[in-house]
């Protein structure tokens, strides 16, 4: 049963408040030049159908529970990538009076991509990483039924120690 | 008479790479009224002008959109240009200039693709955006980036591009026209497509000219409406530039204007290296600034208008940007009135909302 998430996430993408370059370069990754369809990733639009949650840009107070709200309509185990330097800290907005921050002030995120604008091949790598927290979220829930709680309500803090720490947490449960 | 329903669309819809939020008040299958609601992507970045200094202020006003984003740039940097009363390098004004237009190419052949995906034509969608990256090789190589390319700057431009780099940025950008037409025929052509935009959301040139329509939706209803022609925009003069213009003002019209803008962007790219003259890129400005400045920007989507003011320091008083977009939506809620459910979509894609430019 695992496998097949694996082989073919469904990934869904919400625009933060992103200035759309990495918006652009996430469907670029979905058509001929990167092609990850291939793999059998699918950008839907349904939060229902999704396994891996795209973000791109920050988070603030108009947006937040736009985000909250998909991020609850997925069904459990779900990722979240964080894509682009905004939705990581906020970037060269993080000044600007109606940014918050990272989108990790809202939902825990599993896994980083730096860059203004991201590039594909860092966007794909991260979407790969994600799978691998994604069937160690799997795997803790079929060990262990009726399924917990996913990991943590409160903010993954350190960029490399996510996927690390998530990774862990699965295990030990 | 039906009864009234509402149908919230957006912020997060397939269709739409970006969140704007509308209620679509329906009779049976038909709408009636858009009520918009924007906010969802407003970051406030005019502000930033009180802590980053006039240099800095460039890449911030850069990432206003990542679609246009040369274009910011460059309205930026002449707002502050003229602000300052320096002029740049004649050379650097020809880079802009081709840059812009190779933007211009870029962003329709992007919006073509999202259109294709609109009406559910996704392998036409794959392969606007499979000769678009074309194009963002060229940014790449020339540049440093595929979207954000920080490349111009006050004064002139970062770096240079060599001359045998903009004679293969020709060669390629000819080579690519017998592709981007075997690709824009489909949309004029095939029956299915024509089937969806035909008629479909028409602004006549009287609405289009009273809402203030800008950019190829006002082209699209035959409003001649284009800052290249009027302002002293670049090197455009020098280019024989005209506008391209269509009468009919609905879906196919405004469709058929981007198309003909791509291959018009490519004519320009290809006469401005004919004539690009050898010299500096870049020249001394002072740092500081004061004094305001207004200018204008054919952006892809229209016209952009950007105002700075100096505080006397190296710090700006006040950045002010007007986008395309902004101008556009009212005219999109006029086609939506009346139209069917099913159509939604299309109108919403045929002004190429860019949200991020309209909320900044």
Known sequence: MSAYVTKSPWVVHYDGSSCNGCDIEVLACLTPMYDVERFGIINCGNPKHADVFLVTGSVNEQNKGIVKQIYEQMPEPKVVVAVGICACSGGIFKDCYNVLGGVDQVIPVDAYVPGCAARPEAIIDAVVKGLGVLQAKRDAMLEQKPAEEAPAEEAVEETAEAVEEVKEEGGEE | ?360
């Open chain 2, 1 to 360: 008479m039906g009864k009234r329903t509402i149908i919230p669309f957006g912020p997060q819809h397939p269709v739409l790479p970006e969140p704007i939020h509308l209620d679509l008040v329906l009779e049976d299958e038909t709408v009636v009224e858009a009520i918009p609601s924007i906010g969802y992507i407003h970051r406030g970045l005019e502000k930033l002008c009180e802590i980053k200094d006039f240099n800095q202020m460039v890449y911030v006003i850069e990432r206003i959109c990542g679609i246009c984003s040369f274009g910011h740039g460059w309205g930026a940097v002449a707002s502050m240009e003229g602000a300052m009363g320096v002029q740049a390098p004649e050379r650097a004004e020809y880079l802009r200039t081709i840059l812009h237009e190779l933007g211009r190419v870029h962003s329709h052949l992007l919006w073509l693709g999202l259109l294709a995906d609109g009406f559910g034509f996704e392998s036409l969608f794959n392969h606007c955006w499979r000769i678009r990256e074309t194009v963002l090789d060229l940014f790449e190589k020339n540049t440093g980036g595929r979207v954000i390319f920080s490349i111009c700057k006050v004064g002139g431009m970062r770096k240079d591009i060599s001359n045998e780099n903009l004679k293969e940025m020709k060669e390629v950008l000819e080579g690519l026209k017998a592709e981007i037409k075997e690709i824009t025929d489909v949309f004029i052509n095939d029956a299915s497509v024509q089937n969806r935009m035909v008629g479909v959301g028409v602004l006549t040139k009287e609405e289009a000219e009273e809402l203030c329509a800008v950019g190829p939706v006002a082209r699209a209803s035959g409003v001649p409406q284009d800052i290249r022609m009027t302002d002293n925009h670049g090197v455009y003069g020098k280019l024989g530039f005209e506008p391209v213009l269509e009468e009919a003002g609905d879906c196919m019209a405004r469709t058929v204007v981007r198309i003909r803008e791509v291959f018009q962007s490519i004519d320009l790219i290809s006469a401005a290296i004919d004539q690009i003259p050898d010299g500096p890129v870049d020249m001394k400005v002072p740092n500081k600034i004061e004094g305001e400045y207004i200018t204008r920007m054919e952006q892809p989507r229209g016209e952009a208008f950007y105002y700075a003011k100096g505080a006397g320091t190296k710090f700006l008083k006040r950045m002010r940007v007007r986008t395309p977009t902004n101008m556009n939506i009212p005219a999109m809620v006029k086609t939506l009135a009346g139209a069917d459910l099913a159509d939604v979509p299309m109108l919403v894609l045929t002004i190429d909302p860019c949200i991020s430019c309209t909320e900044r």
